[in-house]
Structure formats: C-alpha cells, structure tokens
C-alpha cells in the first residue's frame, strides 16, 4: 500500500492532515496509464511505473508517484524522447558506455544496470556509464537490481538540478549527486541509498507540498543563516553532507557519472524542476562486483569430436573460492551428460581455495590432463590433474589424480599455463615459479 496527504491543485501545500491508502498495483496501472497517454510505449510505461511504485514502497517519497506530474510535463513540452534507441555506444569485456537517447531515466538506467549484469558475469566485474538520460527515482533501486544475480551494485549519479554551492561559495554548482550500494547478506541484504546532501531535494519538495516546516540544517540562506520557511525553499542552498568533505563527494560523483561519460555536469546541470523543455542529459554510472562468474580458460578435442573445456567456476566469489571446471561437449555442442560427469556433463574439483584451470590435453585413452593453479592460503601452487575418460580422477596418477607443486626460492606464487604430452606419456608443462 502506498499513502498520500492531501494537497492542493497546485500542489504546493497540504489542505488537511488526512491521508489515504491506495494498492500499489492500483497506482502502477494508473502511472502506466498516465504514460502512455503522453506516448510512451506499453513495455517503458509499465517499466516506470513499476520502478516508481516500487520506490515508494521503500520509503523514497520524493522519486516515486510524486514526479509523476513532472515527468508527463517535460514530455508534453519535448523535453524527453518517449520511443528512445537506446544502446551500447561503446564497449569492452568489463565496460560499456550506453547512450540513452534522451529517452525516461528508469528505462535508461534499467538497460543499463543489465548491461553491467551481464559484463560481469563473465569479467567478474563491470562499470557501466551513461549519457543523455533522465531523473531515474532513488538511486537504490538500480544498486539493488544485481543482488538477485549474488553481486555488488554501485550506483553513482548527476542530480538534475543545482542546489549546492562549492564549499565557501554561494553559486549553485552542484547537485545532489546521490550514491547507493548494495551486497547481499545471509540473513538480510545490505542497501545504502544517500545524497551527498544533508537531505535530498526530493524531501524538500514534498516536505513543501505538506507546508510542513524545514528542519534546521537541510539549507541554508545566501547568507549562511538557517533556512526553515517552507515558502522560501527556492532561494536555499542545500547543506553538504559532512561539511567539506560532503562537497569534495559531489564533485567526484559528478566527475565520475557525469563529465567522464560525457553527461552534464556542473554549470552544465539543467534545472528540471524548473525546465519543461530542454533535455537534461542526465550522467550515471553502474559497477556490478564480485558476480558469480564462472571462466573458461582452455579447450582440446577428443579424437572422437567430443569437446573438453576447462576453467572455473566459482564457489564463492565474495570469498574469493572457486573450483577447477572441466566440461565435456558432445559434437552437436550439447553436454555430453551421460559419459562424463554423469548426469552432469562437468565435474569440478576442490584443490585449495581458490583455484583454476588454464590448460588441457586430452591423452590417446582420452583420459584428460588439465594443468592449472591451487591457492594454498599463502600463495598458489602450480597443479596438474589426471581424469578417466568419465569424468573421475585417475587414482594411478599422483596422490589420488592430483600433483601439485608449491613455489620455490623467495617466490609464493606458482602455477601453470600450457600443457603437452609427448609420446611416451611424459607431460610437459609451462607456467610460472
């Protein structure tokens, strides 16, 4: 359920007290409505409205329902792009950089926070920047979307009004440029969401639609003196969290998310809330950390066609454990479940903590060789492994299929890269001590 105050026509003030529940699922058909009646297309309407909805419901007021009338105003005067192309305009194996055409924020940030779900799947962790978007509602909701993928969200973002001055000054510079961060937890995720003001702008708007008095410490008069007249909000300056220190983190949010990705930033920044027609070019950016990745590494094939890969796969990746991988393809690509690994098509194997295969030979028995590293705690060792052609260590090679081999002289690390059989069955390997 989400509740709403009474207020005015204008919506400037509170007429009473009352207030009144409506479902949630109410409101979103009504936003979706909403929207689309000013253009949006069926699937970004109910993306919005679901992401707005849903920042009501934990609390973030002043980003939810409330821009509604807002948003469908700076589409009315052409200020946003309501049939976007949004897209990767540049890209490499850990980054993107997605230009959102103008288009909503919550459908721009939405393509980008999947972008960076899926980068860091298989780089383990990813950075996404974006340009040309728009007001996306409370940072937290794009920070949370990779908790249900077992990762890290960092979300930064360049406010889209000026309402803080550098410190010492009086000239309205800088935003509210909030960050959110979010890990998940055992029992509990784990969500931070905050500007880098003492309170929000948002707070402040719905604060003086309430005609409700400012605390002492949101803002603050040209003068430096306190400002608490709800009247008198559009001539304040926001307080940095923190003092100095507050203003030093605006700044670098606003290089990071904004500048660096070619968004507005600074003197650039344009007043939404005051502004129905000029895009703002709105600047975020979006680092995924410490997905459930797994690697492949190496590959060989088998005399019969079949295809032997091996790499990792990550037990834990917030602890930093993983086992080495090894997966047999059958020559139409499908897991080859029955004669390998059986039922799996894949076996792993636990050496130390964290640990990887980075190469594989197959012998004339097609029993499988794979040479890699094994972290030992206080460093890696190099280790080769010995398979049967289904899937189990051969117990005639080392001590139970596994030989390892730690670093010697002053070095801890050891592991290898390459590996060849020779014809009379000895196995070379290549790495490094």
């Not at 105050?5 to 509170?14: E, I, L, N, W, Y």
């Not at 409330?66 to 990767?88: D, E, S, T, W």
């Not at 000026?162 to 909030?178: K, R, V």
Request: aromatic share 6%; with cysteine.
């Amino acid at each position: 359920m989400v509740g709403f105050g009474h207020v005015s026509p204008a919506g400037t003030h509170a007429v009473n007290s009352a207030s009144r529940r409506l479902p949630a699922a109410q409101l979103k058909r009504f936003t979706a409505d909403a929207l689309l009646a000013v253009g949006l297309p069926a699937k970004d309407a109910a993306t919005c409205a679901e992401l707005m909805a849903r920042a009501d419901l934990q609390g973030a007021d002043g980003h939810g329902i409330f821009r509604l009338p807002q948003y469908v105003r700076r589409i009315k005067g052409g200020a946003v792009n309501v049939k976007p192309k949004v897209k990767v305009a540049r890209e490499a194996a850990g980054m993107a950089l997605v230009d959102g055409d103008n288009g909503m924020g919550h459908v721009v940030m939405s393509f980008a926070a999947k972008t960076a779900i899926a980068k860091a799947r298989t780089a383990g962790a990813a950075w996404v920047g974006v340009k040309r978007s728009n007001h996306a509602g409370p940072a937290s909701l794009y920070a949370a979307m990779p908790l249900a993928h077992d990762m890290i969200g960092l979300y930064l973002a360049v406010g889209n009004a000026n309402h803080m001055a550098p410190w010492g000054g009086i000239e309205l510079l800088l935003s509210t440029n909030p960050i959110a961060v979010a890990a998940p937890g055992n029992e509990a995720n784990i969500v931070l969401d905050m500007a880098t003001t003492v309170a929000a702008y948002g707070k402040v708007k719905t604060a003086v639609q309430r005609g409700e008095t400012l605390p002492e410490g949101w803002m603050i008069d040209h003068q430096g003196r306190p400002l608490t007249d709800p009247k008198r909000a559009h001539e304040g300056l926001l307080v940095p969290i923190g003092g100095y220190k507050g203003y030093g983190l605006a700044l670098v949010f606003g290089l990071l998310a904004g500048t660096l990705n070619g968004a507005a930033m600074g003197s650039e920044t344009v007043d939404f809330n005051a502004d129905d027609v000029t895009p703002t070019n709105t600047g975020m950016a979006i680092t995924d950390i410490g997905s459930s990745s797994n690697y492949a590494n190496a590959v060989a094939l088998q005399a019969d066609g079949k295809i032997v890969v091996v790499g990792n796969a990550f037990v834990n990746s917030f602890a930093g454990t993983s086992d080495i991988a090894v997966l047999r393809y059958n020559a139409d690509g499908s897991l080859d479940t029955t004669g390998f690994g059986n039922p799996n098509g894949y076996v792993t194997t636990n050496v130390g903590a964290f640990d990887n295969g980075f190469a594989v030979a197959v012998q004339s028995d097609n029993k499988i060789v794979v040479a890699g590293n094994a972290d030992a705690g206080m460093g890696d060792r190099l280790a080769l492994l010995r398979y049967n052609a289904d899937g189990g260590l051969d117990p005639g090679f080392g001590t139970s299929g596994i030989v390892t081999r730690s670093a010697s002289g002053p070095s801890i690390i050891a592991g290898a890269f390459a590996v060849v059989l020779q014809p009379g069955g000895e196995i070379v390997v290549a790495g490094y001590d």
